[in-house]
């Protein structure tokens, strides 16, 4: 009965109210004495669900190997990646990560720091991997190496003088909003409601400020990815509109399944209206913290979205979680396993992903067995 067991119907699986209290008898969740049979209900069905998908997707006959993921490794670009350049711990250095993602075969990465532009660094990390690769005993091409800054408030908040100042970096492409600086991310992460707690997009009138209008023009004219940062759906929409009256070609709404800057599927569809490209996060899809329903809600985005609107990051670097390149796999193969394409995973790690940078795709769909 699980032959050919489309993508469409591992979404469509439902749990019924009948088999929720008929697993109240057969097993038990560990949650604290008078907690709402409705939140019980909730996470028994979650969890039902995803036992079904996992067992239906199973005897359908799961049909990649290990050589898929590796043809798919080949040509894909992280776009959203945290290094060591941080004054806090991280897993690796960003000259690791870049070994790892050569020694597979991926094409770039994108480095984000979190207080000082990350693109300061791309000339080095690059020239540390050119050595590295002139040592190697078999020829190998490194990843290409980009970073940006992130308008937090050590480099001034929304600052167009820091983003001025960063064009003269090779590999600079990327513009991030604020992210732990945000007043959105001050409520939802550590409940400080202070008036002056975080950075606001918008003025008293709902309206984007000036200083934002002129980063979203220095965006349009040199090329630069604008990025949206942890802010809510109702203030990200606004800024993204306005970026695109403004003619900024390369806009994207970063790991809308997050917390703090959480999106619905259906506000997600208003920015693939306006050609805002959506990031497809490997973090939340797959560890702490991980989001929504992890694996099933990615392929949930892939097919209620398309794939012409979705570039790849992995947003890994936590010391708690495995290593970037281990993300890039992981992502891949519990992909192929919900039953996205081959094709369609090319065209978001690789094809889609080159073209929000402005570079040329090292792959094709044709290059595919």
Same mark, same amino acid.
């Given at each position: 009965?699980?032959?050919?067991?489309?993508?469409?119907?591992?979404?469509?699986?439902?749990?019924?109210?009948?088999?929720?209290?008929?697993?109240?008898?057969?097993?038990?969740?560990?949650?604290?004495?008078?907690?709402?049979?409705?939140?019980?209900?909730?996470?028994?069905?979650?969890?039902?669900?995803?036992?079904?998908?996992?067992?239906?997707?199973? &005897?359908?006959?799961?049909?990649?190997?290990?050589?898929?993921?590796?043809?798919?490794?080949?040509?894909?670009?992280?776009?959203? @990646?945290?290094?060591?350049?941080?004054?806090?711990?991280?897993?690796?250095?960003?000259?690791?990560?870049?070994?790892?993602?050569?020694?597979?075969?991926?094409?770039?990465?994108?480095?984000?720091?979190?207080?000082?532009?990350?693109?300061?660094?791309? &000339?080095?990390?690059?020239?540390?991997?050119?050595?590295?690769?002139?040592?190697?005993?078999?020829?190998?091409?490194?990843?290409?190496?980009?970073?940006?800054?992130?308008?937090?408030?050590?480099?001034?908040?929304?600052?167009?003088?820091?983003?001025?100042?960063?064009?003269?970096?090779?590999?600079?492409?990327?513009?991030?909003?604020?992210?732990?600086?945000?007043?959105?991310?001050?409520?939802?992460?550590?409940?400080?409601?202070?008036?002056?707690?975080?950075?606001?997009?918008?003025?008293?009138?709902?309206?984007?400020?000036?200083?934002?209008?002129?980063?979203?023009?220095?965006?349009?004219?040199?090329?630069?990815?604008?990025?949206?940062?942890?802010?809510?759906?109702?203030?990200?929409?606004?800024?993204?509109?306005? @970026?695109?009256?403004?003619?900024?070609?390369? +806009?994207?709404?970063?790991?809308?399944?997050?917390?703090?800057?959480?999106?619905?599927?259906?506000?997600?569809?208003?920015?693939?209206? &306006?050609?805002?490209?959506? &990031?497809?996060?490997?973090?939340?899809?797959? +560890?702490?913290?991980?989001?929504?329903?992890?694996?099933?809600?990615?392929?949930?985005?892939?097919?209620?979205?398309?794939?012409?609107?979705?570039?790849?990051?992995?947003?890994?670097?936590?010391?708690?979680?495995?290593?970037?390149?281990?993300?890039?796999?992981?992502?891949?193969?519990?992909?192929? @396993?919900?039953?996205?394409?081959?094709?369609?995973?090319?065209?978001?790690?690789?094809?889609?992903? @080159?073209?929000?940078?402005?570079?040329?795709?090292?792959?094709?769909?044709?290059?595919?067995?």
């Amino acid at each position: 009965m699980y032959e050919d067991f489309s993508l469409r119907q591992v979404l469509d699986i439902e749990v019924s109210q009948e088999r929720v209290e008929n697993l109240k008898k057969l097993t038990h969740l560990d949650l604290p004495e008078g907690t709402p049979e409705a939140v019980k209900d909730f996470m028994l069905r979650q969890w039902a669900q995803q036992v079904n998908i996992t067992y239906a997707r199973f &005897m359908a006959g799961i049909k990649f190997t290990p050589a898929d993921v590796d043809e798919l490794m080949q040509g894909a670009i992280d776009i959203h @990646a945290h290094g060591g350049s941080d004054p806090f711990d991280r897993l690796l250095p960003e000259d690791e990560v870049c070994k790892d993602y050569t020694k597979a075969g991926m094409a770039a990465v994108v480095f984000k720091t979190w207080y000082t532009p990350s693109a300061s660094r791309n &000339m080095l990390i690059n020239r540390m991997m050119e050595d590295w690769a002139s040592q190697q005993t078999e020829p190998v091409k490194p990843v290409k190496v980009f970073g940006g800054i992130t308008l937090n408030k050590t480099v001034g908040g929304l600052n167009p003088v820091a983003v001025e100042k960063c064009l003269g970096f090779p590999g600079m492409k990327y513009v991030w909003l604020p992210m732990v600086d945000s007043y959105h991310h001050q409520r939802v992460v550590y409940d400080n409601w202070a008036p002056d707690a975080g950075i606001q997009l918008l003025d008293g009138n709902r309206k984007v400020k000036g200083e934002l209008k002129e980063i979203m023009r220095i965006c349009a004219d040199n090329d630069l990815v604008f990025a949206s940062g942890h802010y809510p759906y109702e203030d990200s929409i606004i800024v993204m509109e306005e @970026a695109k009256k403004l003619g900024v070609k390369h +806009c994207e709404l970063i790991h809308p399944t997050h917390i703090h800057s959480k999106h619905t599927i259906k506000q997600m569809k208003e920015y693939c209206d &306006m050609d805002v490209m959506i &990031m497809l996060n490997a973090l939340g899809m797959e +560890c702490f913290p991980i989001h929504e329903t992890g694996p099933i809600y990615a392929a949930q985005m892939i097919e209620e979205l398309g794939t012409d609107h979705l570039v790849f990051g992995t947003d890994y670097g936590q010391i708690h979680n495995p290593r970037h390149v281990v993300g890039v796999r992981w992502a891949i193969q519990l992909l192929l @396993a919900y039953g996205v394409s081959k094709a369609d995973i090319r065209k978001i790690f690789a094809i889609n992903t @080159a073209k929000h940078l402005d570079i040329e795709p090292t792959v094709s769909l044709d290059d595919l067995k």
